[in-house]
């Protein structure tokens, strides 16, 4: 799984991480997928659950205690970003911690962007 990754967000700069037992919590506050609970913040359909649980947990799994985590959830909603706000951050870090592409997960025969194509002679 991947390691923590540093986030910009309301509440400050943190570490953020879903490990499979975040994301398996996230699915299980939310009764959705992951994927799911991502679609419902892409397209503002979410509930209340869909926002904080993944902000949440990702602080958690980033290292930060569960009551620090909760407690700056709490404050960030009280006093600095509406929960509308808060549904970029959290699908960000789902996006994070569900999509990416690794360096070892190219296909045969592809190459990384800027590298020269060898020369067909």
């Known amino acids: 799984m991947r390691s ?31 994927f799911v609970v991502m679609m ?26 569960e009551k620090d985590a909760q407690r700056l959830v709490d404050s960030v909603l009280a006093e600095t970003a509406s929960p509308y706000t808060l549904t970029v951050t959290a699908a ?10 690794g360096e070892d997960q190219s296909s045969a025969g592809e190459q990384k962007a800027g590298a020269e194509t060898p020369d067909p002679r």
């Open 92 to 101: 960000e870090i789902l996006r994070r911690f569900l999509m990416w592409d």
């Open 4 to 34: 923590a990754e540093e986030v910009v967000w309301p509440g400050g700069i943190h570490q953020f991480r879903l490990a499979i037992g975040e994301l398996r919590a996230i699915e299980q506050k939310c009764d959705a997928g992951c």
């Open 40 to 65: 419902r913040l892409l397209s503002s359909q979410c509930k209340i659950d869909d926002v904080l649980a993944p902000i949440r947990l990702g602080l958690i799994g980033g290292g930060m205690l």
